[in-house]
Nanobody
Framework: QVQLVESGGGLVQPGGSLRLSCAASGTFFRISTMAWYRQAPGKQRELVAAISSGVNTNYADSVKGRFTISRDNAKNTVYLQMNSLKPEDSAVYYC??????????????WGHGTQVTVSS
């Protein structure tokens, strides 16, 4: 079983910054891709950014140039640095990790989410 615990959400003014963290713990062989998704009220959950176990990253067009995803493999932790925040970035942000429970078997695990509100 793998647990993901997010932190770092909160209320920030437009143009401000926040840094989200998500730490994976439990029993697993290794963690491959880690990602951040978000879901605003009345909208579908969408991918914000993802990072492979190496250095490959991808971002939603709406956050390119403003958000940066990174990870610390030694700590099984992924980060999302969010700059120049806009009201439309307000959502519950979820962490997802692809964890291998054996050499060839993986599952997707999700955190419980952390609220980000951008408002003046």
């Amino acid at each position: 079983q793998v647990q993901l615990v997010e932190s770092g959400g909160g209320l920030v003014q437009p143009g401000g910054s926040l840094r989200l963290s998500c730490a994976a713990s439990g029993t697993f062989f290794r963690i491959s891709t880690m990602a951040w998704y978000r879901q605003a009220p009345g909208k579908q959950r969408e991918l914000v950014a993802a990072i492979s176990s190496g250095v490959n990253t991808n971002y939603a067009d709406s956050v390119k140039g403003r958000f940066t995803i990174s990870r610390d493999n030694a700590k099984n932790t992924v980060y999302l640095q969010m700059n120049s925040l806009k009201p439309e970035d307000s959502a519950v942000y979820y962490c997802k990790a692809v964890a291998y429970v054996s050499a060839h078997l993986s599952y997707d695990y999700w955190g419980h989410g952390t609220q980000v509100t951008v408002s003046s």
